[in-house]
């Protein structure tokens, strides 16, 4: 079973709509947790932090559920430029290291 | 700044030859890794390092080496290539709190 698992997807979505992901995690000791995004053939960059009270940061949100060891992302209004795959990310505890999802890949069209 | 920088940013090599990617960061961070990202595989770590002269494992090792002389390089090498090499490969570095990892632009590989 792998650490982080992801929906691969694609959601194809018109512009405008909301969005939401989910991604689930293994490894109970897991402390801190991230949603990268990456454009096509280039370079992952960090989306958001998930705290367990909820981020914010204009259109997207993200969620962290412990006890059921799953974390969200909630894009509105979404736009074509929100077109990309979303990495769902752990970090264990003291750990120096980070465990990627395999990505969702969201397509907005007109 | 340049962040991150990897060099090249494709090759094709045959079975058997070797090469070295170079990954360098001018951003004073502590620790670099190197990933490989494959269709349905997501990215996983092969090696990295959490300072000059330090390596460490990471979840695919094999076939690989890397060195890490200068604190702003990190270099992986494949000292005999296998087709299932293929892949693009990142380098990244962060600060000590690792949660913001800077991402190289890839270094798309082909072993025939």
């Known amino acids: 079973r792998k650490e982080v698992e992801q929906d691969p997807g694609p959601f194809n979505v018109p512009e405008g709509a909301t969005v939401a992901f989910n991604c689930t995690y293994s490894?109970?000791?897991?402390?801190?947790f991230f949603w990268y995004r990456q454009d096509c053939r280039k370079e992952p960059k960090l989306l958001m932090s998930v705290y367990s009270s909820g981020n914010e940061d204009g259109r997207f949100t993200a969620q962290l559920n412990r006890a059921s060891q799953y974390i969200s992302l909630l894009i509105r209004d979404s736009k074509l430029s929100d077109s990309a795959t979303y990495l769902c990310?752990?970090?264990?505890?003291?750990?120096?290291?980070?465990?990627f999802g395999t990505g969702t890949q969201l397509k907005v069209e007109l | 700044n340049a962040g991150v920088t990897q060099t090249p940013k494709f090759r094709v090599l045959k079975t058997g030859q070797s090469m070295t990617l170079l990954c360098a960061q001018d951003?004073?961070?502590?620790?670099m890794y190197w990933y490989r990202q494959d269709p349905g595989m997501g990215l996983r770590l092969i090696h990295y390092s959490v300072g000059e002269g330090t390596t460490a494992k990471g979840e695919v090792p094999d076939g690989y080496n890397v060195s890490r002389l200068k604190k702003q390089n990190f270099l992986l090498g494949l000292e005999s290539a296998a087709p299932s090499q293929t892949s693009v490969y990142f380098c990244?570095?962060?600060?000590?709190?690792?949660?913001?990892?800077?991402f190289g632009p890839g270094t798309r590989l082909t072993v025939l």
């Open positions: 951003m004073n961070h502590e620790y």
């Open positions: 490894n109970s000791a897991s402390q801190s």
């Open positions: 990244a570095s962060s600060g000590v709190l690792v949660d913001t990892q800077y």
């Open positions: 990310v752990a970090l264990l505890g003291g750990g120096n290291k980070l465990t």
